[in-house]
């Protein structure tokens, strides 16, 4: 992978080669809020596609600890945390080779609320930097695509703390980094999330990047691939279905609701998987031992789930972690034959369209362009100003 730099700006003019992701769609990436006329939904049930090059896909989601790195000295800890990912990337190509491996929401980064957004910029990475160049000689070395979230640092978002989902393509080539759609809100009682999302710098982002990147899809020879960090919102997920998105991978932080993920597979008829971080007793903070003697082989639809897991796309689970601990969970879908027949969503629009246009939303979007949060305690104080509801 070359080591120029370059903006989340020129990567949305990137277009499809041999051999690599097309990530516009066939769309022309136009600013502004012009609506449908730049958003890559087709009018006759399909979807755009790159050819594709094999008939099935094994994926490998990576259930890892939460790391922990020191802001005062943040380069130790993510070196450890980078060859912690390249040593669990070697066990899980160690037996039939994956076509992709994915980590979790922060394998490098880690996560505190405690830090201030001063301490959040110390250990943000720059992609591409110096740890997805190691990424990408081993996506490359390995033919394989690899995903990884984490907080990102960028110069066109001065100040900004972005968590990003990047893919990197098995030519070492980042195919796209994936911004967080937008932050769950009034979970954590008085802090909120200081990471800067579509949502929150939505005209913003918008202007520069165009209408389909606020719902990416990475048009690859793999498949279309879009990736979320956000729970509990399936219009979210029914977006990128409509845009054509086959499989989407997330990440979660601590837990998900299993039902979230089985429905927007039900009601999309795609392929999720879900990639958590593992319990160990270090991360009580985050995620303690309460579920360690649940039985995973009957999960309930309306349980709360720790476990990393696929679903297909009559929301089965395909394949599911045996425990919380640190876990690979592999699947192999059928991509070919699932494409030949699949269709973008069958909805009656007209039937709600109008009840979503008075709908008036709790918080308006682009918040975090008038104002940045220095803490979480401080964003918690800031969005509560904000709120539209009692």
């Not at 690899?146 to 968590?163: E, K, N």
């Not at 709908?359 to 969005?383: H, I, N, Q």
Request: net charge negative.
């Amino acid at each position: 992978m070359t080591s120029n730099k370059f903006s989340r700006r020129d990567l949305a003019k990137i277009s499809a080669g041999a051999g690599s992701a097309a990530l516009l769609g066939g769309q022309a990436m136009a600013g502004g809020h012009s609506g449908a006329a730049t958003v890559s939904v087709r009018a006759d049930g399909g979807y755009d596609t790159v050819p594709l090059d094999r008939d099935e896909v094994r994926i490998t989601l990576v259930q890892s600890k939460l790391p922990t790195v020191d802001v005062n000295n943040p380069k130790p800890g993510l070196r450890a945390n980078l060859s912690h990912m390249l040593e669990l990337f070697d066990e899980a190509q160690a037996g039939e080779k994956q076509d992709v491996v994915m980590f979790h929401e922060l394998p490098l980064t880690a996560l505190s609320f405690d830090w201030s957004r001063e301490d959040v910029q110390k250990v943000c990475i720059e992609v591409p930097g110096e740890e997805t160049e190691v990424l990408s000689k081993t996506a490359r070395d390995a033919n394989c695509y690899i995903l990884f979230g984490a907080y990102v640092r960028d110069d066109d978002w001065p100040g900004h703390t972005l968590s990003i989902t990047t893919i990197i393509g098995p030519d070492g080539e980042i195919v796209d980094r994936q911004w967080k759609v937008r932050n769950i809100k009034g979970v954590f009682g008085p802090i909120e999330l200081m990471t800067t999302t579509v949502y929150n710098v939505y005209d913003q982002y918008v202007e520069m990047y165009g209408a389909d990147q606020v719902l990416p899809v990475a048009r690859t020879p793999i498949g279309n691939i879009s990736t979320t960090a956000a729970q509990r919102e399936p219009e979210l997920v029914r977006g990128f279905a409509l845009k054509g998105c086959e499989i989407l991978l997330r990440t979660a932080t601590g837990a998900f609701r299993l039902a979230d993920i089985q429905s927007s597979s039900i009601y999309n008829g795609i392929y999720q998987g879900m990639v958590n971080n593992s319990y160990l007793p270090e991360n009580k903070a985050l995620l303690d031992d309460r579920w360690a003697g649940e039985d995973t082989s009957k999960p309930k639809s309306d349980s709360t789930s720790v476990w990393s897991l696929f679903t297909g796309p009559g929301g089965e689970i395909l394949a599911q972690a045996p425990t919380a601990s640190q876990e690979f969970v592999r699947t192999t879908i059928p991509i070919k034959s699932f494409r030949e027949t699949h269709r973008i969503p069958l909805i009656h629009r007209a039937l709600y369209e109008d009840v979503e246009a008075a709908y008036v939303p709790r918080y308006d979007p682009g918040l975090y362009t008038e104002y940045l949060p220095s803490t979480s305690e401080d964003a918690g104080r800031f969005l509560k100003s904000k709120s539209r509801w009692s």
